[in-house]
T-cell receptor, first 117, second 114 residues
Framework: AQKITQTQPGMFVQEKEAVTLDCTYD???????LFWYKQPSSGEMIFLIY??????QNATEGRYSLNFQKARKSANLVISASQLGDSAMYFC??????????????FGTGTRLKVLA | NAGVTQTPKFQVLKTGQSMTLQCAQD?????MSWYRQDPGMGLRLIHY???????DQGEVPNGYNVSRSTTEDFPLRLLSAAPSQTSVYFC?????????????FGPGTRLTVL
């Protein structure tokens, strides 16, 4: 069954340092997409970065990069030069094929990141 | 564009009451979905729709009904509210729900069932 696993319930990082948030996934579909979302304390869901299963290079968006290791089925989010505003909950998600041929999204349980001044 | 809008933002119900959570998007997205978010459980898919007139169940559909009569609107109905349905509900949409499409989320509805 399709599954997303985030094993770090909480993380701390010092301001201006880099941090890696772990995400592993399980799917039998060769074509899938992986996403990371940020949820600040205000509650909205903010899209950060996307990685396709056939993409040859790791995705990057500003200070966010995705360390995609297909053989290990991992899609870790790397945040460089952490800022206080990065303190939030982070969700890893996967878009996967359903038995009816459509797509649905599966989310992990999230990692709460706290950036320390 | 307003993006994805949800109403109400907050709602308190008594056990057994029914209500409809509204969701609308103005981006002409075909794919829409409803999630509930509970502490420690991430977001769980309730129902989704790949276009007007087409809906399907997600991971936790029991106690909820949906319909999609227009591309823009995707309401979620609670038939007989239970305390277990206390949660934050998010509506989301994307262009086609295909591999490369990003979901855009509404601001959420915080529902409490007493």
């Amino acid at each position: 069954a399709q599954k997303i696993t985030q094993t770090q319930p909480g993380m701390f990082v010092q301001e201006k340092e880099a941090v890696t948030l772990d995400c592993t996934y399980d799917t039998s579909d060769p074509s899938y997409g992986l996403f990371w979302y940020k949820q600040p304390s205000s509650g909205e869901m903010i899209f950060l970065i996307y990685q396709g299963s056939y993409d040859q290079q790791n995705a990057t968006e500003g200070r966010y990069s995705l360390n995609f290791q297909k053989a290990r089925k991992s899609a870790n989010l790397v945040i460089s030069a952490s800022q206080l505003g990065d303190s939030a909950m982070y969700f890893c998600a996967m878009r996967d094929l359903t038995t009816s041929g459509t797509y649905k999204y599966i989310f992990g349980t999230g990692t709460r990141l706290k950036v320390l001044a | 564009n307003a993006g994805v809008t949800q109403t109400p933002k907050f709602q308190v119900l008594k056990t057994g009451q029914s209500m409809t959570l509204q969701c609308a998007q103005d981006m002409n997205h075909e794919y829409m979905s409803w999630y509930r978010q509970d502490p420690g459980m991430g977001l769980r898919l309730i129902h989704y729709s790949v276009g007007a007139g087409i809906t399907d169940q997600g991971e936790v559909p029991n106690g909820y009904n949906v319909s999609r009569s227009t591309t823009e609107d995707f309401p979620l109905r609670l038939l007989s509210a239970a305390p277990s349905q206390t949660s934050v509900y998010f509506c989301a949409s994307s262009y086609r729900g295909q591999r490369t499409d990003t979901q855009y989320f509404g601001p959420g509805t915080r529902l409490t069932v007493l």
